[in-house]
Nanobody
Framework: QVQLVESGGGLVQAGGSLRLSCAAS????????MGWFRQAPGKEREFVAV????????SYADSVKGRFTISRDNAKNTVYLQMDSLRPEDTAVYYC?????????????????WGQGTQVTVSS
């Protein structure tokens, strides 16, 4: 069955860095766009970043542009989110998701598969 397993979350001080990983299995990873979303307590899930099937096209939410970098390794069926210059407002559960539309989209309800999420907490 399809599985998306996130890892790499944790507690970090403001200004620090974390690298999230999402290992995929059970479907043809290289044929899907991949996205990262996040959800803070009491807030709706929001788009963070997306990458197309080849890794050649990426897009970011304005709030993370210039600080976060999404990448993928199709040989390892893994997508990454490098997060630098972290801020307290980045605190959330981070989810990876797979979109059968190869470009990947920014709307959560377009995605087909979701991971269980990993907690990121940034202290001030």
């Amino acid at each position: 069955q399809v599985q998306l397993v996130e890892s790499g979350g944790g507690l970090v001080q403001a200004g620090g860095s974390l690298r999230l990983s999402c290992a995929a299995s059970g479907y043809t990873f290289s044929s899907y766009g991949m996205g990262w979303f996040r959800q803070a307590p009491g807030k709706e899930r929001e788009f963070v970043a997306v990458i197309n099937w080849t890794g050649g096209i990426t897009s970011y939410a304005d709030s993370v542009k210039g600080r976060f970098t999404i990448s993928r390794d199709n040989a390892k069926n893994t997508v990454y989110l490098q997060m630098d210059s972290l801020r307290p407002e980045d605190t959330a559960v981070y989810y990876c998701a797979a979109d059968r539309y190869i470009v990947g989209r920014t709307t959560a309800d377009k995605y087909d598969y979701w991971g269980q999420g990993t907690q990121v907490t940034v202290s001030s």
